[in-house]
């Protein structure tokens, strides 16, 4: 899989060796072979895109992820993005997921699909066009790159999760934010493409913590947003409009949701914005 993706289907389930070369190919991009007198090292410059099964069947909201899939920390820290995904009872998903499969039992085909499948030729051709692209991170990003990952830290230190914020995190946003920017076919990556990794990597985070991750989510968004405004003013009483926006929109909320917290505590004398809609002042 060397210059490609490598996929791994119950990763759950690997001998201890296994699990010990995945270590070298994740922090390495090698493979050491030693076979028939034979020792060399190949090259294993790969994606790895993994799924695991619970213990026993079942995820534990209880336990920590490492516990409900028995792999090391080590290990975990190493991917980019961890997604729980929970077969949560849903009548509606139930019964859509029943009716296919029984369709497909009858027919021996896929049902019509509502829409019209993009060709998969013309999607490697562009897959293709994008790998060519070797996106560059501007300098005027780093300060805006740095001080994302030091709040991202202070909230998991404030905040007591198990989740883990560690430089490999940003080495994470600094990946993904050059595969967005590689999507777009561009040379450069732009605060939009950082914006959109630490919002992959905050829902990330929230399917991980489950029930205990949806509490900021259940909250008002004006008052979630509210405070997120307000951790951006470290020096001074005032912030800049488009930085406390473009934060808001990294944590996933909706430029509407912004605009009507804006309009909300401004109503209550909270804050002030200027003329220009350049600046956010606290009163």
Same mark, same amino acid.
């Given at each position: 899989?060397?210059?490609?993706?490598?996929? !791994?289907?119950?990763?759950?389930?690997?001998? /201890?060796?296994?699990?010990?070369? !995945?270590?070298?190919?994740?922090?390495?991009?090698?493979?050491? *072979?030693?076979?028939?007198?034979?020792?060399?090292?190949?090259?294993?410059?790969?994606?790895?895109?993994?799924?695991?099964?619970?213990?026993?069947?079942?995820?534990?909201?209880?336990?920590?992820?490492?516990?409900? !899939?028995?792999?090391? #920390?080590?290990?975990?820290?190493?991917?980019?993005?961890?997604?729980? !995904?929970?077969?949560?009872?849903?009548?509606?998903?139930?019964?859509?997921?029943? $009716?296919? *499969?029984?369709?497909?039992?009858?027919?021996?085909? $896929?049902?019509?699909?509502?829409?019209?499948?993009?060709?998969?030729?013309?999607?490697?051709?562009? *897959?293709?066009?994008?790998?060519?692209?070797?996106?560059?991170?501007?300098?005027?990003?780093?300060?805006?790159?740095?001080?994302?990952?030091?709040?991202?830290? +202070?909230?998991?230190?404030?905040?007591?999760?198990?989740?883990?914020?560690?430089?490999?995190?940003?080495?994470?946003?600094?990946?993904?934010?050059?595969?967005?920017?590689?999507?777009?076919?561009?040379?450069?990556?732009?605060?939009?493409?950082?914006?959109?990794?630490?919002?992959?990597? /905050?829902?990330?985070?929230?399917?991980?913590?489950?029930?205990?991750?949806?509490?900021? +989510?259940?909250?008002?968004?004006?008052?979630? *947003?509210?405070?997120?405004? +307000?951790?951006?003013?470290?020096?001074?009483?005032?912030?800049?409009?488009?930085? #406390? /926006?473009?934060?808001?929109?990294?944590?996933?909320?909706?430029?509407? $949701?912004?605009?009507?917290?804006?309009?909300?505590? /401004?109503?209550?004398?909270?804050?002030?914005?200027?003329?220009?809609?350049?600046?956010?002042?606290?009163?």
């Amino acid at each position: 899989a060397d210059q490609g993706v490598c996929c !791994i289907d119950e990763f759950d389930k690997m001998a /201890e060796a296994d699990r010990t070369a !995945i270590h070298e190919v994740m922090e390495q991009q090698t493979i050491s *072979i030693a076979k028939a007198g034979i020792l060399t090292t190949l090259n294993a410059r790969c994606s790895i895109l993994a799924a695991a099964n619970p213990a026993y069947g079942r995820y534990n909201p209880r336990r920590s992820l490492e516990q409900n !899939i028995q792999l090391p #920390a080590a290990l975990l820290s190493r991917f980019d993005l961890l997604w729980l !995904i929970q077969d949560r009872p849903d009548r509606d998903n139930d019964l859509r997921l029943a $009716q296919h *499969i029984t369709y497909v039992h009858q027919h021996s085909r $896929q049902p019509p699909a509502q829409f019209e499948p993009l060709d998969m030729k013309l999607m490697r051709r562009y *897959i293709a066009m994008c790998r060519e692209k070797q996106p560059a991170v501007p300098e005027s990003l780093a300060d805006y790159i740095t001080a994302a990952y030091v709040e991202m830290r +202070r909230e998991a230190w404030a905040s007591k999760d198990a989740t883990y914020t560690s430089a490999r995190t940003l080495l994470a946003i600094l990946r993904l934010s050059t595969a967005l920017a590689r999507l777009r076919m561009v040379d450069t990556v732009e605060k939009e493409d950082v914006n959109e990794a630490i919002r992959l990597m /905050e829902m990330s985070k929230d399917s991980l913590l489950g029930d205990k991750g949806q509490t900021a +989510r259940t909250q008002r968004p004006a008052d979630v *947003i509210f405070a997120t405004v +307000r951790e951006l003013v470290s020096e001074g009483r005032s912030v800049r409009f488009s930085e #406390a /926006e473009q934060r808001c929109i990294s944590r996933g909320f909706t430029p509407a $949701q912004f605009q009507a917290a804006l309009d909300e505590y /401004e109503e209550l004398n909270v804050w002030q914005v200027n003329t220009a809609r350049t600046r956010i002042t606290f009163v």
